[in-house]
């Protein structure tokens, strides 16, 4: 078996693993409280394992050890949120409703990406339709959405420090996938036309 092919199987088995870490959290949740804010979460993530199964090779990837950590720490982070009986900030209806906005910017990112979807930085392809047409990273921005609104339902000390660490280094991804991206023309000529990284008017 090639080195790049062990690495690829790796990724596939460590995203199953935190699939099912999220699954088994967010569903007890449910179950205990019947709070929708992390049911719409994990529905989104179900994409995350159905897209890196069929998603096309890449022309490019980052190999540096510092885009793995960071890498890493955007993934890690959220099947460590805690569903809490800690009364919420605002009521469940307006988490859920905000989760809700959050998940399908997420939904329509994904299959928007289709095969060009991946974990690591890499050059699968680019793609400029549907909400690509406003920001550059539509998903990470749909993630932080709804992982504000989980903080919303469930506002512990533990969450806070989560969502800040592995939302932050979503960020710090986003921009290490723009580095790769940027030697391809294709992607020059987008990145003119789509000035914003994640939050139109912001950044």
Same mark, same amino acid.
Request: with cysteine; proline share 5%; glycine share 8%.
């Given at each position: ?37 992390? #049911? &719409?979460?994990?529905?989104?993530? =179900?994409? %995350? *394992?159905?897209?890196? @199964? ?5 022309? /490019? ?18 099947? #460590? &949120?805690?569903?809490?009986?800690? =009364?919420? %900030? *605002?009521?469940?209806? @307006? ?5 809700? /906005? ?32 406003? @920001? ?68």
């Amino acid at each position: 078996m090639s080195h790049e092919k062990a690495r690829d199987i790796a990724a596939r088995v460590i995203v199953g693993a935190l699939f099912a870490l999220m699954s088994i959290n967010l569903l007890a949740e449910f179950q205990r409280t019947g709070h929708l804010t992390g #049911l &719409l979460l994990l529905g989104s993530e =179900s994409l %995350v *394992v159905v897209l890196t @199964v069929i998603r096309r090779p890449a022309r /490019l990837t980052h190999r540096s050890v510092a885009a793995a950590i960071i890498t890493t720490m955007s993934l890690a982070g959220p099947p #460590l &949120l805690r569903a809490t009986d800690v =009364s919420p %900030v *605002v009521p469940d209806i @307006v988490t859920a409703i905000v989760s809700a /906005l959050g998940v399908s910017l997420v939904i329509v990112g994904k299959l928007t990406l289709g095969r060009s979807f991946g974990i690591a930085p890499a050059n699968r392809g680019i793609v400029a339709r549907g909400p690509y047409h406003v @920001v550059r990273h539509p998903i990470y921005l749909g993630y932080i959405v709804a992982h504000v609104a989980f903080l919303g339902a469930h506002p512990t000390p533990m969450n806070v420090t989560v969502v800040l660490v592995a939302d932050t280094a979503l960020i710090l991804r986003a921009l290490i996938e723009e580095r790769v991206l940027g030697a391809d023309i294709e992607y020059q000529a987008y990145c003119r036309r789509v000035a914003w990284h994640l939050m139109p008017g912001v950044f």
